[in-house]
């Protein structure tokens, strides 16, 4: 068993022999492409979502020095048509580049000594290749292949660590793109190579216009294309692991879920599912995982409109994003939307492509974002959450004209993003008054169904001694007619099923004296 080449299955069988979602569908998708124009691949994701994990079931998958057969058996990439084909067929070199920038820290030669280790390693297995002066990777790679007829697969784990963290020095950065090129964009690529499988955080930098490796086909959290459902965790598979532990989906899915991946709608967090089902509680994991230093020096800054997005996100608003500008490199932010672009890459925003908008997910990454604020500067949201939690706190002890105030401050510190024209406007200002209360509260937004306009219905959280809040809103009119209009109608959906203490609150704003006012209807209902 080899370091870099020949390195078996035991990876794997490590994950299969503990509780093992079955993500083995990415393989007949991987083997499709094997030995063709698209036999390279690059899959970015967040941390934590799995990619590790399926580098090294590629390896098990793919490595001849192994017989991996058991391991998949009962697995979905079994029943293809194409599982026996290609099953222990390859020589496979799997790289986790972590270990290169861990070891290698500050070092300028880091690329060559990468070449360095696993020519030594390809060598060990074919001591009878020749190695010359001056041969690279690549050249001995092309020579075996030339005397044995074998095909080469290739795995690089967290392939943009060097630029991630070495980008900063470019005669590193270059060296390492220039191996790249070198190994799968050379004339002899294809007749060394069956397939070549490369994951990061970040998509493969753009020069220009154009990739830096631009034969790859590329799978990321904006454009995932058929792999949504490989990486992450469904729904549906969700489901299964609460049914086995016996736990509530709701909480999970509050804390973990959020994430729209192409066609995928409902994606979870599963590094941090699998240690809620562990610890038996949901909390913050993925956060431990990673420091948000680097979230704070993006939120920070100064690009006209980022902090009044990420204010409206903080809200449960949704933004609009291009992302078509970023050049993949965290060191190159130039505009707002490669802030948000980068944020999307790393996890701590969702992207919904059909809508081209994002938004914050969930709970455990709603915390991380709050956390990465208070760590900064920016003193007029600490401001603005510091006042929500009054508001709410006047809000439930039934003092109306504080409220009015309060919504009159916040719609005041928010011009810039929030001019009323109607309803829905209202709503806007509402949810980012109520900020704070998503602490404890979990928030929702209702369009106007026919039976009234927008609503915002906050229902407490577990272990949340708070009453129910279902928020009428009215404009140019009155909050009186914003609470007959609650009590003449049904209940929002949203809150059909709660069973505490409610509380009604009637919200108008006046048009021609700029102000708000508030009705509260302190009969508190016990359903």
Request: proline fraction near 2%; aromatic fraction near 10%; charged fraction near 25%.
């Amino acid at each position: 068993m080899g370091i870099y080449i020949n390195k078996g299955n035991s990876d794997f069988r490590d994950i299969v022999a503990h509780e093992y979602v079955d993500k083995t569908s990415l393989i007949p998708h991987i083997n499709a492409m094997l030995n063709s124009e698209s036999r390279y691949s690059c899959v970015t994701r967040c941390r934590r979502f799995g990619k590790s994990m399926a580098a090294k079931m590629l390896c098990a998958y793919y490595d001849k020095s192994c017989d991996s057969r058991e391991l998949f058996r009962g697995l979905e990439a079994e029943w293809d048509e194409t599982f026996e084909t290609y099953l222990n067929k390859y020589y496979v070199i799997s790289i986790d580049m972590t270990d290169f920038t861990t070891k290698y820290r500050g070092e300028r030669e880091i690329v060559k000594r990468i070449q360095n280790r696993i020519i030594d390693d390809v060598l060990n297995v074919f001591p009878q290749t020749n190695k010359k002066d001056d041969d690279d990777l690549m050249d001995i790679l092309y020579r075996v292949s030339e005397s044995t007829g074998e095909r080469f697969f290739m795995i690089i784990d967290e392939w943009d660590a060097i630029l991630r963290e070495m980008g900063s020095d470019e005669y590193i950065t270059t060296a390492y793109v220039d191996l790249l090129r070198r190994l799968f964009k050379g004339s002899g690529s294809n007749t060394v190579f069956s397939g070549a499988y490369l994951t990061g955080i970040l998509p493969i930098k753009k020069y220009n216009t154009e990739s830096a490796l631009n034969n790859f086909c590329e799978y990321s959290m904006i454009d995932p294309a058929f792999l949504a459902s490989c990486y992450g965790f469904t729904e549906e598979e969700v489901k299964m692991l609460t049914e086995r532990h016996n736990v509530s989906m709701n909480d999970l899915k509050m804390w973990y879920d959020g994430y729209n991946i192409g066609c995928e709608k409902s994606i979870y967090n599963p590094y941090s599912v699998m240690k809620a089902l562990q610890r038996g509680v949901c909390k913050s994991y993925w956060s431990t995982t990673g420091a948000y230093d680097s979230v704070n020096t993006y939120i920070q800054m100064n690009y006209e409109g980022l902090k009044d997005d990420i204010i409206r996100m903080l809200a449960g608003e949704h933004v609009y994003v291009d992302t078509t500008e970023f050049r993949n490199d965290m060191r190159a932010v130039r505009s707002k939307n490669d802030v948000l672009t980068v944020l999307i890459h790393l996890g701590y925003l969702a992207y919904d492509g059909d809508a081209q908008e994002c938004y914050i997910p969930n709970k455990e990454v709603a915390d991380e974002m709050n956390n990465a604020i208070r760590a900064t500067t920016w003193e007029p949201l600490v401001k603005t959450i510091q006042n929500s939690k009054s508001l709410l706190e006047a809000t439930i002890s039934g003092r109306e004209q504080a409220v009015a105030r309060g919504i009159d401050q916040a719609h005041d510190e928010n011009t810039s993003i929030l001019s009323y024209n109607d309803e829905n406007s209202l709503a806007c200002v509402l949810s980012v008054a109520y900020i704070w209360a998503r602490n404890e509260y979990i928030i929702h937004r209702e369009y106007a169904t026919g039976k009234g306009y927008a609503d915002l219905v906050m229902i407490p959280r577990r272990n949340v001694n708070k009453p129910a809040l279902v928020v009428e809103l009215k404009f140019n009119n009155t909050a009186d007619t914003a609470i007959d209009q609650i009590k003449r109608k049904e209940y929002p959906s949203k809150i059909s099923e709660y069973t505490g203490d409610i509380l009604l609150v009637g919200i108008n704003y006046d048009k021609e004296t700029k102000q708000h006012t508030c009705k509260i209807d302190t009969t508190i209902r016990c359903r």
